[in-house]
């Protein structure tokens, strides 16, 4: 392993040894103690005792971010050891210690999302005030549709839709409806059915065979989901029209407003403009002011997808990238990406109150009787889902945790690392290269070995081009090595690059990202030998 | 109280008494030996302290199963302990002993639906080991949507589908596809996308203005879910078209005929039947094999929603109720419902191996990428979501820690619970009045005052009739007293009756239902007296 692995934690083991031998210790006695009265305790508290080891910062930073296996070797692995994945025919039920065995494997199989060097997607590394309030809410077994099964958990997602709300400006802070949904994709979703409803009021009854065609409008660095929304919706993937974007990434409204005319002139009915704030790939925020008086001139609903960008909003420093925002229609964010939260917790809000309800209410009889206690507080009829997970306690507890200068020096150490990351490359002598200038916490580059060096100008690179398998050899050989774990792909006709992004910065220090620059060169070396 | 409160717990808390105080001990040096060397580890095992104590199944017992308060009084409770529900401008960060009381004010002022009297619903009282599976998942901070970042998981996710879909039957168990998704509702979600699109491909790239108006077809006692899942696809409530059931709420074949040929004869396409597998309210099961006969002879799809009576098939004593669902296209189970798992944690299959791909796939170039290690195991592209929870260790687990005889033990005990209660109430001498001949495991009655004895035949009740006030007179009687949470509802034109179901009967004796039963006419009577 070049560099020698991971660093060292920054508590050596060795100080705080005879701290985690007195815990063990005691854990294990506890352990010991509640077997020998009921079953099921000695599971709770063994896995408890493994869980708090896990989540430990240090021990998270100690580990590698991944043992890679096949999908062969992970079934030998947990068979080899009693608690085989395959669930056969017959099965007889497992032992404690099997279960908990399980559970060692699976925490060590698993890949760190917690680990400094993790930075495959948009999210890890979450809080763990965050991640203990999910425990809570698994615990309770806590289902949120009505406010009789729900109490505290509704309240709380009143109080943390208020607070996203109030962050996203004043006009969602004085009026919004707002919902914890299951992922960014599905807040896209809600953004355009809400839009569909107040474009098309007779879908709701007759159907969309019935309408004009409808067409959404997006940017072409929009995510993927607005297409899956747009399939879901029935408004159909020729109906999603992709607007051109500027060479950052950002949609250019000029073409916007020409999208719009042609569509009208086709005959067909625009009715939705998809924004981004913080693009997948290169991190681009879509101009949102001017986008916002394009789609009231037009009449036109403005979504704003801010599933990754929409963290800035949390500082001060960094919020004028969403400018505008507070004139759209409806926002959605994931606080499992830059706020980490733990999965999975992401916001839909809307500025109109009541456009939930319209759109989904069915008040079906046997769970939103109007004559039980409170029923006035349900919340489960605005959603398409019935039960629902307590997502809201995770993003209540960050923002308890935090407060909200610790929300905002979180999202600014995020922005701190990237810039340190992207002023190492710009200084390295050409072997990083950036592919694009960095945008939100995102960096696109090339890794570009000695041979070669120096790369041409972007416009002449194509996947033709022996740089298209560097990223992918590095990725892989980090992966076996357990290194770090940082995406790549090839998009806009350019070959292979990285896209490193810094989502939550909670235990990410300068040293890593040093590491990890150091093995991608050796790792990169390494390929052109071959 | 009458009755002197909830029983007490099986193993006395006097009996444990050493063993707890041990624990609790060893848990408080722990915490405190800890908190020295690191911030945020205090707080995980304070946390976990209290978790432990929470799920232990006496604790359940013992504590009241709401501590009813109004959204002012808990607002109050919160802030009182110096961690206000409301999330103010400015809030500062809080200590770690204010996030461990707010935690011990969610805990306390949750509803327990892990508690032998939580019926109000169709789930309660999960299995530990899957809860624990929950704690480990969440614990991971995993996002399954590739093999990459979720080995394990996606390993987990194949074997728990594969063992749901031979517990469907040999077709599914030799061949499917499918997914865990965030609720039953999107289950059916699914089914009806997928039915949709082997119907009318084409929508997914011209929409569904290009297109005849598609008719869906379930029951008049099916889910409001496939009511919100018309409207979300396009299709309209008017073609969501309600078939007619039989006196026990089964959906009668010939009356789906009937609607069939009405639909056509109308210019409208058939397209999918919702059959459904335990309804929501009675428990009924519609007639598969004979709605399979119409659907295979029509070419319509058929989507059985099993979200609450598919944990039946784990029992061979009762899987004859969902006799023919071999046969369907495509199925939805709760396993957060009758087989006990945590929330969420449902299971959607499709009979036919590629067809989520097919009606979803974007192959976004970012998550996608064919060029990194195992990228033929992603799962992702078959949803519509993107990032998603690992909710299948829930399922895992359970399977694991119960084994099949165990998980048939399970269901058979809770209708087993189901049948005693049936029979208290039907020799009750008119006190309790089943409404219908109890189906599943749910009971649906009125307890009758003893001055409105004899309750007339239902045919002559309606909501003007003065038993329908005492359902959520004792209801709420019953919430006020923290003694028992137990659904009501009107429908089919009836007064307000209980539904008493059974999901998952870990931890409920017949003693618990004898206490129920009690606290019912006394708080019946009491309201007769106002």
Same sequence: chains 1, 2.
Avoid at 159 to 187: M, N, Q
Avoid at 286 to 308: F, M, T
Wanted: a neutral charge.
């Amino acid at each position: 392993m070049p560099g020698g692995g991971p660093p060292a934690a920054r508590h050596p083991v060795a100080e705080q040894l005879p701290l985690v031998l007195a815990t063990a210790a005691c854990t294990a006695l506890a352990i010991r103690l509640l077997d020998r009265v009921r079953q099921g305790g000695g599971l709770v508290r063994g896995v408890l005792a493994l869980l708090c080891e896990h989540v430990r910062p240090g021990a998270q930073a100690a580990a590698p971010v991944v043992e890679l296996a096949s999908p062969g070797e992970l079934e030998a692995a947990f068979a080899q050891r009693g608690c085989g994945l395959a669930l056969a025919e017959g099965a007889t039920p497992a032992s404690e210690g099997q279960l908990l065995e399980a559970v060692r494997l699976i925490l060590r199989y698993s890949v760190r999302a917690n680990s400094p060097y993790f930075f495959n997607q948009l999210y890890g590394r979450c809080e763990l005030a965050s991640l203990v309030g999910d425990w809570v809410s698994s615990a309770v077994n806590g289902n949120v549709h009505t406010y009789e099964v729900a109490p505290v958990f509704t309240l709380m997602e009143k109080h943390a839709l208020a607070r996203v709300a109030r962050a996203i400006g004043p006009a969602f802070g004085a009026s919004h409806d707002g919902l914890f949904v299951p992922g960014g994709s599905l807040g896209n979703v809600y953004g355009m059915l809400l839009a569909r409803h107040r474009a098309a009021p007779g879908i709701l009854l007759e159907g969309a065979s019935s309408e004009p065609p409808l067409v959404a409008l997006v940017s072409d660095e929009a995510h993927y989901s607005y297409l899956k929304t747009a399939r879901l919706l029935g408004i159909g993937s020729a109906h999603l029209v992709s607007v051109e974007t500027d060479a950052a990434g950002a949609m250019l409204p000029e073409a916007l407003e020409r999208s719009i005319v042609e569509a009208v002139r086709a005959g067909k009915k625009p009715f939705f403009v998809g924004a981004t704030a913080g693009t997948t790939v290169l991190g681009a925020f879509d101009p949102l002011p001017a986008l916002a008086a394009v789609c009231a001139e037009r009449g036109l609903w403005l979504h704003v997808d801010g599933a990754w960008g929409g963290g800035a909003l949390f500082s001060q420093a960094h919020r004028h990238l969403l400018d505008g925002c507070d004139l759209a229609d409806s926002f959605s964010m994931s606080a499992h990406k830059m706020l980490g939260a733990a999965l999975q917790c992401a916001v839909f809000l809307c500025r109109h109150p009541g456009a939930l309800r319209a759109a989904n209410a069915t008040s079906a009889a046997y769970l939103f009787q109007p004559d039980k206690l409170h029923a006035d507080l349900d919340v489960g009829d605005k959603t398409i889902q019935c039960g629902r997970k307590a997502d809201m306690v995770k993003l209540w507890m960050l923002f308890k945790s935090l407060g909200d200068a610790g929300c905002a020096a979180r999202i600014e150490r995020c922005f701190a690392l990237s810039d340190y990351a992207a002023s190492r490359m710009r200084s390295s002598g050409g072997a990083f290269v950036l592919a694009f200038e960095p945008s939100c916490t995102n960096l696109c580059f090339w890794y570009v070995p000695e041979a070669m060096r120096p790369l041409p100008p972007k416009e002449r690179l194509d996947k033709d081009h022996p740089i298209h398998q560097v990223a992918p050899a590095i990725k892989a050989a980090m992966q076996r090595g357990g290194h770090a774990m940082i995406g790549f792909q090839a998009v806009r006709g350019l070959p292979n690059f990285f896209r490193w992004v810094f989502p939550s910065c909670v235990g990410v220090e300068e040293c890593h990202i040093d590491e990890i620059l150091r093995w991608m060169s050796v790792f990169g070396e390494q390929h052109c030998l071959r």
